[in-house]
């Protein structure tokens, strides 16, 4: 519809101009009106409403493809958080466990000892497991972040949000697997905050650099 009403307004343009420089040729269907001045009120009306009218009916346009392109990403958004919270409760009950553990009193020694001895490989296990689940949280947690810092930064335009989101998802698993120069990582960290990125450019700038010294 929008394009209907787009032709019709450079036809009115047209005949507006074609109107004031030889009116003549609307004798036929003007009659007396066939002026200049005549010319001029008619096309130039016409003009003016089909233009009014174009310009409803291209605002009227739905843009449906984004809004759902916008909600996936919300809704993406929404799921990571839903799952850092249950990540999270879950890290709370188990320490809570074991704190009812720890805190159960015991009357015998021997007992105590007995099961001390007994259930010493579980505990190690069990805490071995919770740090693993510690830091699995830790990089679910950072990943959230770090999808919703791309959002903010770079709004609908998705292909970048992806983009950045990649790159610092990456620096993110580079810096975490690095055990050398731990001062220096912990400066650039400092420096930079969640800008993985930087932080891993800015880490390794500082190690060549005290490397050559």
Excluded: H
């Excluded at 019709?8 to 036929?28: A, E, M, Q």
């Excluded at 990540?87 to 709370?92: C, I, L, S």
Aim: hydrophobic content about 40%; overall charge negative.
């Amino acid at each position: 519809m929008d394009n209907l009403f787009l032709l019709l307004f450079l036809v009115s343009v047209i005949t507006l101009i074609v109107g004031l420089i030889k009116p003549d040729i609307f004798v036929r269907f003007l009659k007396e009106r066939a002026t200049r001045k005549g010319t001029a009120i008619i096309f130039g009306i016409s003009a003016l409403a089909f233009f009014i009218l174009f310009g409803i009916t291209i605002e009227s346009t739905p843009q449906m493809p984004q809004v759902a392109q916008e909600n996936k990403i919300f809704e993406n958004i929404e799921t990571d958080k839903q799952t850092v919270k249950t990540n999270d409760e879950q890290e709370k009950k188990e320490a809570t466990n074991k704190n009812e553990i720890i805190e159960k009193p015991n009357t015998q020694k021997e007992e105590i000892a007995n099961k001390e001895t007994a259930t010493a490989p579980i505990k190690k296990e069990s805490a071995a497991q919770a740090t693993a689940q510690a830091q699995q949280t830790d990089r679910e947690n950072m990943l959230t972040i770090l999808k919703a810092n791309a959002s903010s930064k770079w709004g609908t335009n998705y292909e970048m949000v992806q983009y950045e989101y990649n790159n610092q998802a990456g620096a993110y698993e580079w810096i975490m697997s690095q055990t050398e120069y731990s001062n220096i990582m912990t400066s650039a960290k400092q420096k930079w905050g969640d800008d993985y990125e930087m932080v891993k450019y800015e880490y390794n700038n500082q190690v060549e650099a005290y490397n050559n010294l």
